[in-house]
């Protein structure tokens, strides 16, 4: 009856609503006022479904308040107020459709609510499964101590102890988390629960028990079958004479039965370190006896070594004049252009600018100094490297390779630079030059520049 009253009432206020309008536009605006409601025609358009759904649920949500809405409509039949504004928004407000429509959509609310509900819910769940709630919720039963769970239970996944806790107590006091994991629980198959249950953690009075039984004897199954039967109430239901003698062996293992005692270390001025025995031992008790042989073959074999190094030591000065003759220092070819050479075993090139590039020539790329007509270059990038002379005299080349270059035995890596000298051996992809500097150019131009910096 309720429903009926009001959408009679609704539709006399309507009908009053729309007159109102009339009357309230014909007033305020008169016909000097431009067209204003030709741009609202765009508002007529048809909607899309969700459009339809939202503008039926704000409506109804409206409708559904009831006193507000209908109070301005009731003193609608006298005179129109002096704020024209205020009435043109309550008779918008009325213009609501039919009842049925407004009814309708209240299920398709629901049903939104729903389904939007699990997805908050999972977003909280995280990672947790039934079978690793199931595990939290046994051995807190078990040791009521959140530590020691996160360090003796393996879950399917790595919790942290923060985890661990947050999980607790979302299951004890979230009631939509514990909730869907009683349900979830619910559903597990009962071999994984017994199997879950099987790995219950020992409790405190569990091992206490355990620990009665005599280190030196060799319990059989029947004491612990004894056990269980005489303690029913202490023991985990999943508990089996198999599963406690297990666990009584780890218990003898690591030293835990009432009758075993661990050793303390010692303490003090008997603890005797590793250096302070080596000390105590007597070298000449470790001797063997000598042996002559070896003592004979051991004096030749000095001997020998000995009359190789004089010989080498010899045949040193012989080596440098080869030495010199192949690395150019005995020879001063150079031209007033040259500032430098790099000398290889099958070429030579000469640096007559102060900045050269080293690598690896291409069709689409040219080098200055192009490696590879020394040896097998295709470890060398297409552009390795650049040697440049500084004003103050000084060569540097830097890496711009993905190798690195060796300077004199020491590498010098990518993105990196390093001073050369002169007779410096530089060592690029197994190809070695020496670097050779025209000292005496070098020379005038370090003079030039001095002079240039006392002007």
């Known amino acids: 009856e309720n429903v009926a009253l009001a959408s009679s009432r609704s539709e006399d206020e ?63 039949g006298s005179e129109p107020s002096s704020s024209e504004k205020k009435k043109v928004h309550t008779i918008k407000s009325t213009l609501t459709p039919p009842l049925t429509m407004v009814i309708n959509p209240a299920p398709i609310t629901k049903r939104v609510k729903k389904s939007k509900q699990p997805l908050h819910v999972t977003k909280d769940l995280g990672r947790w499964k039934p079978t690793d709630d199931l595990l939290l919720i046994n051995a807190v ?44 629980m619910r559903q597990l198959h009962p071999e994984a629960i017994a199997a879950i249950q099987s790995k219950a953690l020992f409790s405190q009075n569990e091992e206490a028990l355990l620990a009665k039984i005599g280190s030196t004897s060799q319990p059989k199954l029947d ?38 005692s661990v050793q303390p270390l010692p303490k003090g001025d008997q603890v005797l370190n590793f250096s302070d025995a080596e000390q105590m031992v007597d070298d000449v008790k470790l001797k063997e006896s000598r042996d002559e ?39 001063p070819d150079f031209d ?20 050269i590039t080293l690598g690896r020539a291409t069709k689409d ?37 993905r190798r690195p270059i060796y300077i004199d035995g020491r590498p010098v890596l990518s993105g990196n630079k390093w001073k050369l000298n002169n007779n410096s051996v530089v060592e690029i992809a197994g190809l070695r030059f020496v670097f050779l500097i025209n000292l005496e150019l070098i020379s005038l131009i370090k003079a030039e520049a001095a002079k240039m910096t006392q002007q």
Request: overall charge positive; aromatic content about 8%; charged content about 30%.
């Open 336 to 355: 007033n252009q040259t500032l430098a050479a790099l000398r290889g075993r099958m070429v030579r090139y000469l640096m007559r600018s102060r900045e």
């Open 293 to 331: 042989v070896l003592e004979h073959e051991l004096m030749i074999s000095d001997r020998h070594q000995k009359r190789e190094i004089r010989q080498l030591e010899q045949e040193l000065p012989r080596w440098q004049v080869l030495v010199d003759n192949i690395t150019g220092m005995s020879m």
């Open 141 to 184: 039963l078990q040791t009521t101590d959140l530590t020691s769970v996160h360090l003796g239970v393996k879950f399917s996944c790595r919790f942290t102890l923060r985890e661990i806790k947050e999980r607790w107590y979302a299951l004890l006091y979230d009631p939509v988390i514990s909730k869907l994991a009683w349900q979830a």
């Open 223 to 260: 004491i612990f079958q004894e056990l269980l039967s005489k303690h029913p109430s202490v023991f985990h239901p999943s508990r089996t004479p198999k599963s406690l003698l297990v666990h009584w062996q780890l218990l003898k293992q690591y030293y835990l039965l009432d009758d075993q």
């Open 365 to 401: 790329k040219q080098i200055d100094v192009d490696l590879s007509l020394e040896g097998p270059a295709w470890k060398i990038s297409r552009k390795q490297g650049i040697i440049k002379l500084k004003n103050n005299g000084d060569f540097f080349i830097a890496n711009e390779g």
């Open 14 to 76: 309507e009908t009053l609503g729309v007159k109102d309008v009339k009357r309230t536009a014909t007033q305020a605006f008169g016909s000097g006022v431009p067209k204003r409601r030709s741009s609202s025609r765009s508002i007529k358009r048809k909607k899309f479904d969700d459009e339809l759904v939202e503008s039926s649920l704000v409506k109804s949500s409206s409708r559904v308040k009831g006193p507000p809405v209908i109070e301005p409509v009731r003193c609608s």
